[in-house]
């Protein structure tokens, strides 16, 4: 599908589904965890105004509003996909239906993620708030980025170089409206033809792009697998390290004292090293995506001995199709459990700290006054079984509900 017509039909969509209000709501009868690791609050009530959570507690008056008694069901922060791909309504409403009421796109192809972000935004569409980086920043940023950034052609055929045009590639990609800017650290770990291990941008390169980035307001994410472009990219100043499957001990001790987030999207390891058929090819991604489970478990184990903040995220698509699709943040908590998170760290991992790592706490990512009203219903107790998470009974989406099985 060309560009032409894939705005087009964004357009099209955007005619003809409407925006449904924001609802006055009292949620009664709730357990309340909270997304700040506090101890549960039982037999909680819950309300909503205008799209944002008035209060929290053991008694309110619920006169006028709507009210939803959960009959002791668990009411949670709406989770947090802190790096994901998703680029299509399709997608953003699988995100939405699983629970996923923010979400971080760190790179798209041809600005789709982007166009859906702002119906999302303009309530044309059902999907999480998405923040979205446009293209991955790198030295070969491939086909898509040339060909909506077409004044940049003269590296098409080799590599982009250099710390002033990494910078002017990174002001054009701010100028179209992203909310956050992804760089490349190293190469892929999901194509057998790279090599995870071998950085890509320079040290030089990085901090520029971190600089521009900065001058806007705006973090830099780096996808970051090898030892070296890793170490690269936290002295450069960025706000995340997307992966970190080599991170040696010197890195990880210089994130904690700078307050670099790790997003390890432990998850997305399943569906690489068991992709579907038995070429060369795949059969090379399995041996090579089995290797690099062990370390990048051993570096989250290690990041959080430390104290370093780790946030959960799919690094999927929500699509249909690709091996990534059937990831959801749930999955990656169940990983950063088995990496010695209690249930109750993993649920932090899923809201609080993803929400920091985007740098939006102050507004979601917890069940408290003055927070948008971003909300799932559980039907019974995660702390006990984390899998409850995985088909909520309520979603409320900035004050939205958009699916209800509470009956």
């Known amino acids: ?4 017509a894939i705005t087009l039909s964004l357009l099209v969509l955007a005619a003809i589904v409407q925006a449904a209000p924001a609802q006055d709501l009292a949620l009664v009868n709730a357990t309340v965890i909270d997304g700040t690791g506090a101890v549960p609050l039982a037999n909680a009530t819950v309300i909503i105004r205008g799209g944002r959570i008035v209060s929290v507690g053991v008694s309110a008056d619920v006169s006028g509003l709507q009210t939803i008694d959960l ?12 790096h994901c791909h998703l680029d299509s309504p399709d997608a953003a409403k699988r995100a939405l239906m699983s629970g996923v009421t923010t979400a971080r796109v760190l790179g798209e192809g041809y600005w789709q993620a982007t166009g859906t972000r702002d119906l999302i935004k303009a309530g044309h569409l059902e999907g999480p708030e998405l923040l979205t980086a446009g293209p991955i920043i790198r030295p070969k940023p491939g086909v898509p980025f040339y060909v909506t950034q077409p004044e940049f052609g003269e590296w098409m055929s080799g590599e982009l170089r250099g710390p002033q045009n990494v910078a002017a590639v ?12 992804k760089v490349g650290a190293s190469e892929r770990a999901g ?37 070296r472009g890793a170490e690269d990219a936290v002295r450069a100043g960025v706000r995340s390290i997307e992966h970190g499957t080599y991170v040696n001990e010197r890195t990880l001790q210089m994130m904690k004292a700078q307050g670099t987030f790790l997003v390890p999207t432990l998850a997305v390891m399943s569906p690489l090293g068991d992709p579907q058929g038995d070429q060369a090819d795949e059969v090379a991604l399995r041996v090579r995506t089995w290797h690099m489970q062990t370390a990048l478990r051993a570096v989250v184990r290690r990041a959080k001995a430390l104290g370093v903040t780790v946030a959960a995220a799919t690094d999927g698509s929500y699509g249909s199709g690709d091996d990534t699709a059937r990831i959801r943040v749930q999955h990656d908590m169940e990983h950063l459990v088995e990496c010695g998170f209690s249930p109750m760290e993993a649920i932090v991992a899923a809201t609080r700290d ?20 971003d909300l799932i219903v559980l039907d019974r107790d995660p702390l006990q ?11 409320v989406a900035n004050g939205h509900v958009v699916l209800n099985r509470v009956y």
């Open 170 to 181: 990174v002001r054009a990609v701010l100028a179209k409206g992203v909310d956050v800017i």
């Open 385 to 395: 079984d984390l899998r409850a998470t995985f088909e909520p009974l309520l979603v």
């Open 191 to 227: 194509l057998a033809s790279t090599d995870p291990r071998r950085p890509e941008l320079t040290y030089e390169e990085l901090k520029a792009a971190v600089d521009e980035a900065t001058k806007a307001g705006r973090f830099v994410a780096a996808h970051a697998h090898a030892e």
């Open 1 to 4: 599908m060309t560009t032409r």
């Open 354 to 373: 993803g929400a920091r790592v985007l740098g939006i706490d102050q507004r979601t990512g917890t069940v408290s006054a003055g927070k948008e009203a």
């Open 71 to 82: 009959g002791g069901r668990y009411v949670l922060p709406g989770l947090v996909d802190a």
